[in-house]
């Protein structure tokens, strides 16, 4: 999905701002500031949604995060899901470095969407300490999602 970060089953891999790298930030490690491998910057804390493509990534996510976690549940065919991805990406962008937020196809991954019961999109699961905390469903702008969030 574009202006996401993508993920895999280590960390979020997002570019460094100074010169472009792609960097892999641990999970365990997404409260922390880190640094670039090449140019030695200080690497900025996820501020835009990253994107979750497998489920073991998801497990990680959710499990390893020491921030919360607050899910997006959505498909491309669904017209409530494309039109709160701009609000989604704002969120993130404002809850940058005290609350992650990813998003999940779940057309992509059907059997974890099956798993966490998820009947209707767009749906949002926020996850503390790697449990569920809280769900909700529907468009909501950025600012009330961030107020349901705690963040």
């Given at each position: 999905?574009?202006?996401?970060l993508s993920s895999?089953?280590?960390g979020?891999?997002?570019?460094?701002?100074?010169?472009?790298?792609l960097?892999r930030?641990?999970?365990?490690?997404?409260?922390?500031t880190?640094r670039?491998?090449?140019?030695?910057?200080?690497l900025?804390p996820?501020?835009?949604?990253?994107?979750?493509?497998?489920?073991e990534?998801f497990?990680a996510?959710?499990?390893e995060s020491?921030?919360?976690?607050l899910?997006?549940?959505?498909?491309e065919?669904c017209?409530?899901c494309?039109?709160m991805a701009p609000?989604?990406?704002?969120?993130?962008?404002?809850a940058?470095?005290r609350?992650?937020?990813?998003?999940?196809d779940?057309e992509?991954?059907?059997?974890?969407?099956?798993?966490?019961?998820?009947q209707?999109i767009?749906?949002?699961?926020?996850f503390?300490?790697g449990?569920?905390a809280?769900?909700?469903?529907?468009?909501?702008?950025?600012?009330?999602l961030?107020?349901?969030?705690?963040?």
């Open positions: 999905m574009k202006g996401s895999d089953s280590r979020v891999i997002a570019p460094c701002t100074a010169c472009g790298t960097n930030l641990p999970y365990n490690r997404l409260g922390q880190g670039c491998g090449t140019c030695k910057a200080d900025a996820p501020a835009a949604p990253v994107e979750i493509s497998s489920a990534g497990n996510l959710v499990s020491p921030l919360p976690v899910v997006d549940f959505w498909a065919w017209g409530p494309r039109m609000e989604f990406t704002k969120a993130a962008a404002a940058a470095g609350l992650i937020l990813a998003k999940m779940t992509a991954l059907p059997d974890l969407a099956g798993a966490l019961r998820i209707g767009p749906a949002y699961i926020l503390k300490a449990r569920e809280n769900r909700t469903s529907g468009f909501q702008p950025a600012a009330q961030l107020q349901w969030a705690g963040a």
